[in-house]
Nanobody
Framework: QVQLVESGGGLVQPGGSLRLSCAAS????????MGWYRQAPGKQREWVAR???????NYVDSVKGRFTLSRDNAKNTMYLQMNSLKPEDTAIYYC?????????WGQGTQVTVSS
């Protein structure tokens, strides 16, 4: 079974940047559309960026213009470039298929935006 492992999180000041990575143990990126999700303390998990049919990627309104999803199929890796980070971006970030499947949730990576 393919496993997804997120990395790249950390503590960053408001206005800073981070790049998250999602490494797959198998060839999943060429089969399924993928997405990034996050769960903030006390809140439900929400989608952040998700690939749609074709080459379109949708972003939740709160991150539009700041976050960019990309992928390197040859490396079985997907990325989330996060710029102009805000305290409200603080959450655990996960990658999964789009729509998400229960079989692929990993441990996530913690992103904390604070001065």
């Amino acid at each position: 079974q393919v496993q997804l492992v997120e990395s790249g999180g950390g503590l960053v000041q408001p206005g800073g940047s981070l790049r998250l990575s999602c490494a797959a143990s198998g060839n999943i990126f060429s089969i399924f559309p993928m997405g990034w999700y996050r769960q903030a303390p006390g809140k439900q998990r929400e989608w952040v960026a998700r690939e749609m049919d074709g080459s379109r990627t949708n972003y939740v309104d709160s991150v539009k213009g700041r976050f960019t999803l990309s992928r390197d199929n040859a490396k079985n890796t997907m990325y989330l470039q996060m710029n102009s980070l805000k305290p409200e971006d603080t959450a655990i970030y996960y990658c999964n298929t789009s729509p998400p499947s229960s079989r692929y949730w990993g441990q996530g990576t913690q992103v904390t935006v604070s001065s």
